[in-house]
């Protein structure tokens, strides 16, 4: 019923750029809401959320290596869906990657199956947000990251075990081959991204910002967070 070509086809024509730009904009409706619950829907809360998923999308585009079948090394991409899940929380930050998911599928469709969809583009990137869950904790962004690249991995390794393993290359088991697959792409951009993060000047930003965001959270507690 769903053959590869006629998903392809659809997620790349217009109809289905349109399909995927209305979910995107009712999830990033959600993701106010959430906002506004948690944060009072401040303006310096929506803009420092409306910049991180700019950048994401931005930054995703600009890909320093690119995967045969599908999945990419791109200047700290993740980094930005990552800090949403460690300012405001698991809800908004699982929000704000599967919105981040189905804009790449918007932009870039890479599709065979509806499955394969589902575990490459919003459940991926939603598994970003998963950084939330560290967000009071004092090394929180540390955590945060590398649960967030964890759970990312962890479903793009499915969908590559599941529906790519007819290109296993000879000598390799699929099991291994998908293991190897996904690392060498998420491996080295969270790589990239801690070198980054571990500089003094990133470090004292991010600081900023989180003070800056539990100042205005009264129920977050302490302004002097430290990363």
Do not use: C
């Not at 575990?119 to 560290?134: C, E, I, K, M, T």
């Not at 955590?143 to 967030?148: A, R, S």
Request: glycine letters at 10%.
């Amino acid at each position: 019923m769903f053959t590869e070509e006629a998903l392809q086809s659809f997620f790349s024509s217009l109809g289905g750029q349109i399909a995927v730009g209305v979910v995107a904009v009712i999830l990033l409706m959600a993701f106010i809401i959430i906002l506004h619950k948690r944060q009072g829907l401040t303006i310096q809360a929506l803009t420092y959320s409306a910049i991180a998923i700019t950048l994401s999308v931005v930054l995703g585009q600009l890909r320093l290596f690119r995967m045969p079948q599908g999945g990419s090394v791109t200047p700290f991409s993740m980094l930005f869906i990552i800090l949403i899940g460690y300012w405001f929380g698991p809800a908004a930050g699982i929000l704000a990657g599967m919105t981040r998911g189905l804009l790449d599928l918007m932009i870039d469709p890479y599709v065979i199956h509806p499955l394969q969809l589902i575990l490459d583009y919003p459940l991926a990137y939603a598994a970003l947000g998963l950084s939330g869950f560290f967000y009071k904790n004092k090394k929180g962004l540390f955590y945060g990251l590398y649960t967030g690249a964890l759970g990312r991995f962890f479903f793009s390794f499915l969908s590559g075990y599941i529906f790519f393993a007819a290109y296993t290359p000879e000598g390799w088991h699929p099991l291994a081959w998908a293991l190897f697959y996904n690392i060498s792409y998420i491996g080295t951009e969270i790589v990239l991204t801690t070198i980054l993060v571990l500089m003094p000047g990133v470090r004292h930003a991010l600081q900023y910002i989180r003070n800056n965001i539990l100042a205005l959270n009264k129920n977050q507690g302490n302004s002097n967070y430290k990363i």
